[in-house]
């Protein structure tokens, strides 16, 4: 990433501790200090160790330190695994002989090597998945701790497959360690911007077209499976959304609405706010530098300036982002979408993907543009 | 798979300069700070500082600014990336522009001063950080306050009237204002009105007046070293720490008085006065067995709150019933009251 202003999007180091942490029998060390330790500590919460080295560790050598974490996290008895930090990875130790007497995985993913998706996959390539041909069900990809709507997701795949009479096989990446080593042949995918690659990717879930397209791909791939029941149900949703949108319009205009977000959720959203509430999508700003699919075009906003300038160009009725975006949005209306989302208490684990993630994401729009109708 | 972040040594758990440095060049609302690193360290700070913001119902306007450091910089120098970075920062409206150098732009040995040196028609000012290898969180704190100081060329002409500097303020504790506006409330039983806020919400204008105040409020005492500095350059003493606890309310205002030049014993009888009405209203968990939880561990063996469990008959016990521990003493007597709220909640639980 080119220098910029404000940017809103963590470091590759951090997305490797989000691929490893999401899998028990795990033990997830970060190799740096204690500054670069905090935050995915703090952002992912989950359990991971540190090394914490110190100016003194850099002088002398780290591998004593390395050591001695990697020792305490052998205890436990499951791999461990080692993403190293900026300053490690150019020390010129060598650490992958280091820690060969020790089950551990070396991610070398320091900040300097790119984004949070370039860590990620980094760290689900070092663990080398498997694809078993004889596991049964089917996979769910795209699930990450840095994402709020993960939990939610997970459990609304799980609810769908199982009324299609389909298992779920391994979940990438919240799952036992082992399972990532018996993976199903077939794949569908939460957030496509986090796709492993693992298996037949059968499509995605987010927004009833991609739902319905995905589980009638899933009836012919796998015998035994039964999507009847998941078609039926997005009918029956849907024409509840399709009403309560209905509604919507008789007294309000579309709102206009600007988008920030990862490509896959952006592309969500912008999907199912024209499908069914007309919204006109004014501009779609994108963490990465990837392109929008789906024929949205979209412009690369990877600090919050950049932001900024595009909800001044544009004065949108409606905000969807994080609460970067939401700190900036003036008096428009805002839905959370992407991470983080830290000023709200979040108690249920909501979804985006599937048929409950669509309600619960319109439900949260068509909420917030009638508050703000409201407080005009 | 373990619970506890790091084995051994909490001395390695300091934080990074840079997220200290930060906390304090961020609050001067007319600069930019530019981390020369990458863009991750940033944005890591970044969100950390906007969350902060967002818990304090204080949305500010940050202008961080990233060299964007990618391996070709790690490479071959990034002196060429802070650069356009700082050409970038001088393009805003700002009064000042501070660099901060990430670990790494240290570590390959970018010459960060040099580049800041160069004519850039704002004043561009390098803190000594380089992240971890810089020190700790607090390190970076004292770095940005003392390079801050060291370049202001206000006068040392006192105001009018007797006021006081507030200097080195935790800007991302939570609890920020309220200790704050209890320094302010104490300082005012006195006559002391607040001068300058160094460095909390500020701008390079007001910062100027430094050198006016009768006298600093030292945020801890590991700040010594910033309040020397700030006595040899504006002849200005200062009161080594807020005030602690109850009777470390009291002794605040002997001292606060005692160089300001005021009388303080109306004021420390009045505030006796008011910690025990205080304590009154708190009586009916008088007694009460307590221990402090041990999932969120904060401070439990301080005096100002040992005084207080004294001065209520609380009585530590294995068996008695879970309470937060401060995760830094009670700021004067409303920090006291806030505690002994939170104690109360969790004993009627």
Known sequence: MPECVNPLTPCAMTGAAAALAGFDGITVVIHGSSGCYYYPATLLHAPLLGTFIVGQDVIMGSEARLLEVVAEAAESGGLTAVVTSCVPAILGEDIRSLLSPYDVVLVESPGFAGSFATGYRNALAALAPRVDTGAAGINIDGICLLDPFSAGNIRELTRLLAIARVPVATVLCSDELSRLHACSPFTITADGDLSSGIGTNLGGTLGPDAVRETFRRIGDALEGSDPGPVFSEIDAEEERLIRACDKYLRRFDPPVTAIFSGGSYSAFAAGVLKKYLDAEIACIGTRTFEEIPRGFSSVPAPGLNDVTALIQKYAPDLVIGASFEKSVKGDAAFVGLTPPLRDRVRLVSRPVAGIAGTLSFMEEVLNACMDRMARR | ?349
């Open chain 2, 1 to 349: 798979m373990p619970s506890k972040p790091s084995p051994l040594n909490s001395c390695r758990s300091g934080g990074c300069t840079l997220t200290g440095a930060l906390s304090v060049t961020t609050s001067v609302v007319d600069s930019a700070t530019i981390i020369h690193g990458p863009a991750g360290c940033a944005h890591h700070n970044f969100s950390l500082l906007h969350a902060t913001g967002l818990d304090n119902d204080r949305i500010t306007s940050l202008n961080l600014f990233s060299s964007g450091m990618l391996e070709p910089e790690v490479i071959f120098g990034g002196e060429d990336a802070l650069e356009r970075a700082i050409r970038r920062a001088v393009r805003g409206d700002y009064s000042v522009v501070y660099v901060l150098s990430a670990c790494i732009a240290d570590t390959i040995g970018d010459d960060v001063p040099a580049v800041c040196r160069k004519d850039w028609g704002v004043p561009v000012i390098p803190v000594p950080t380089a992240g971890f290898l810089g020190g700790s969180f607090q390190d970076g704190v004292n770095n940005a306050l003392v390079s801050i100081a060291g370049t202001l060329t206000g006068t040392a002409e006192r105001k009018n009237g007797i006021c006081a500097n507030i200097i080195g303020e935790k800007n991302l504790e939570f609890e920020v204002e309220e200790n704050f506006n209890e320094v302010s409330r104490l300082l005012s039983l006195l006559g002391i009105t607040i001068n300058v806020r160094f460095i909390h919400c500020a701008g390079t204008g007001e910062l100027a007046s430094l050198g006016g105040a009768t006298l600093n409020v030292l945020r801890d005492e590991g700040m010594g070293s910033l309040g020397d500095l700030l006595n040899r350059k504006y002849g200005t003493r200062a009161v080594p720490a807020f005030p602690a606890g109850l009777s470390g309310t009291l002794r605040f205002l002997q001292s606060a008085g005692e160089i300001a030049g005021t009388d303080a014993v109306e004021s420390i009888a009045g505030e006796t006065g008011a910690q025990a009405s205080l304590l009154e209203d708190f009586s009916d968990i008088a007694g009460s067995s307590i221990r402090f939880d041990p999932v969120f561990p904060g401070l439990t063996d301080d005096c100002s709150v040992s005084e207080v469990i004294e001065r209520l008959g609380l009585e530590i016990s294995l068996e008695g019933v879970r309470v937060p521990a401060p995760l830094s003493p009670p700021v004067g007597t409303a920090g006291v009251r806030r505690l002994l709220h939170r104690w109360r909640r969790a004993l009627h639980a």
